[in-house]
């Protein structure tokens, strides 16, 4: 009983599952350095873009409510929520990045290494927004929304 309780109360390198054991990296089976410039970007820089982006989207929103006569609760969230994803749209494809990925040093390219083109960047900051496609990752740090639109998030 003791043994079966170890492997899973000692977390998935006990069970023989460690997503890095044995000399891998995040990004090595998409033929990504370890490290450096064009790595796979870390999940703490990835949600400091998010954070920022948020506050860039939230204060574009009340701008754009500050034009409204009365605006209502949704168009109060409406417009934070356009913003962010009008931000991917648009600065995906043109400079590889929001401002947040600015701040933060880190990019999005396709994984050909290629800029995203306008419907997949637009389909990610859809899927961003809708925050469980994000959380769920695989061992190279890829979110269900890059895996949709066939993109990696790296270091610049």
Known sequence: MARWT???LSGLGAAGVEPHAGGDWRGKRLGLPEA???SAATFNARLGGILVDLVVAT?????VNAFVRDPSFATKQGAGIGALVAMYALLLPTAGQTFGMRVARIRV???DGRPLAFLPALLRGVLVV???PALITDRDG??????AVRSVVLRA
Request: no cysteine; charged share 15%; glycine share 26%.
């Open 59 to 63: 204060l574009i929103g009340g701008l």
């Open 142 to 147: 890829r979110g269900l929304h890059d895996k």
């Open 6 to 8: 170890g492997t899973w």
């Open 109 to 111: 390219t396709r994984l």
């Open 36 to 38: 450096g410039p064009g």
């Open 130 to 132: 809708l925050t469980v």
